[in-house]
């Protein structure tokens, strides 16, 4: 294949592209209509606080929630022991223990969500590859079996 | 002219200051444990052709997918158009005018050509506009409309592959190893609609295991090693690097 070194314009009379604009000379930077709308559509959309940590702060926040409750059992226990008072030993325990339920629950399915989530990120990719290396095989064998009673 | 890593100049010409369509600042990204890309930073000009090259694993395929939204960085910022869509979804990148057309085309191979262009009518366009568009563009699939797609050669998948993304009319196209499996005539016609596509004024970037035959067509380049980017330039300069890139010479 002849190299070409002096960029796309040769390259492009090789191509047919009808209902395409014709582009300025110095393509490479000028901002054509569409990329005006794109960059119009862009500037609308709503994106909600957007992070490329987000993955893994929710998966430390849902640890910190399955460790938590247990520092509030255990904080739970001694306030308890504190005091001899029924009344306000039945607050203690109610409080932690309602509070503490509540934490774990929260921490336990971010927790799920955001260690199942990558798991299974991957394993749909690696079906993906697996279905379509599977489909290049039956191609591969109906055209063998169509050259041979060929 | 070409830059080093850390973006100074390396030769006299000064670079026009275009605010850039597409930015990636830092991106780092992994795959469980394993962290393939290192700090990438990358800018695509408004209509520009940008050649993303480099050996195999270099991570340019994840560099895309960060790009697309397919995958979440593990730190660093996508911006698009000025604004940082770092966690977007990749629908709403798509819907917005972001086509990518991936790595072993992505087309539906148990469907006909028709019904794979069929799936682009997501975006409102009859059918009959697509298939217009599609055969006028590659005619050697209005040959085949009715034929499944995955019967057909790598060449013409590819070609349906194209057509099914420009269907949604982006702003951006993203090309990943378009010319893989195909033969020279086949890639060489396949570049001649790149070079006509970003003569439209869409900015596209492409990545090439086979160096040269993008170079040809693309107004800068870049070279990624080990998930960083080693070295951006003018295609002539990159050319000049590829050997000791792809042979470890750096």
């Known amino acids: 294949m002849a190299q070409q070194d002096s960029g796309r314009s040769e390259a492009a009379d090789a191509g047919t592209v009808p209902g395409q604009p014709s582009g300025g000379a110095d393509g490479a930077s000028s901002m054509g209509p569409r990329a ?50 029924a009344a306000d030993q039945r607050a203690y325990a109610s409080q932690t223990f309602w509070l503490g339920n509540i934490i774990v629950i929260v921490g336990a399915a971010l927790f799920i969500r955001y260690s199942l989530g990558r798991y299974l990120r991957f394993w749909m990719i690696r079906l993906i590859h697996e279905q379509r ?10 055209d063998r079996m169509s050259v041979r009673q060929d | 002219m ?9 030769g006299p010409e000064p670079i026009e200051m275009v605010e850039p369509i597409i930015e990636l600042q830092g991106i780092r990204a992994a795959y469980g444990s394993i ?25 340019k395929t994840t560099t895309l997918k960060v790009l697309s ?8 910022k996508v911006i698009i158009a000025g604004r940082d869509v770092t966690g977007s979804r990749a629908e709403d990148l798509a819907r917005a005018g972001l086509a990518m057309i991936p790595e072993g085309t992505g087309i539906f191979p148990n469907l006909t050509v028709r019904e794979n262009l069929r799936m682009a009518t997501f975006t409102g366009k ?4 697509l298939e217009e568009a599609a055969y006028g563009r590659f005619k050697r699939l209005g040959e085949r409309r009715g034929q499944v797609a995955g019967t057909m050669s790598g060449g013409e998948q590819q070609m349906l592959a194209m057509a099914r993304g420009l269907a949604t009319d982006p702003a951006v196209l993203i090309l990943d190893e378009l010319s893989m499996g195909l033969a020279p005539l086949i890639v060489e016609e396949l570049y001649g609609v790149v070079a006509a596509i970003a003569q439209g004024g869409v900015s596209i970037i492409v990545v090439e295991q086979f160096a040269r035959t993008v170079l040809g067509v ?14 951006v330039g003018e295609p002539a300069a990159i050319e000049a690097e590829l050997s000791s890139a792809y042979l470890g010479g750096q």
Do not use: C, W
């Not at chain 1, 399955?66 to 001899?84: D, R």
């Not at chain 2, 070409?2 to 390396?10: E, H, I, L, Q």
């Open chain 2, 218 to 231: 693309s107004d800068r380049a870049a070279i990624m090693v080990h998930g960083k980017i080693r070295a």
């Open chain 2, 126 to 129: 009859k059918l009959s506009e």
């Open chain 1, 36 to 85: 005006e709308e794109f960059t119009r559509e862009i500037s609308e959309l709503k994106l909600s606080g957007s992070s490329a940590e987000t993955e893994a702060r929710a998966l430390k926040l849902g640890i910190a929630g399955l460790v938590i409750p247990i520092v509030m059992a255990i904080v739970g226990i001694l306030l308890v022991m504190s005091t001899s008072d």
């Open chain 2, 69 to 76: 939204a397919l995958m979440p960085p593990t730190a660093g």
């Open chain 2, 2 to 10: 070409m830059t080093t890593p850390a973006g100074n100049p390396t």
């Open chain 1, 133 to 142: 290396a599977q489909t290049d095989r039956v191609v591969e064998a109906l």
């Open chain 2, 35 to 59: 962290e393939v890309l290192h700090g990438v930073d990358l800018s695509v000009r408004p209509g520009e052709v940008y050649a993303l090259l480099g050996p195999n694993g270099a991570g």
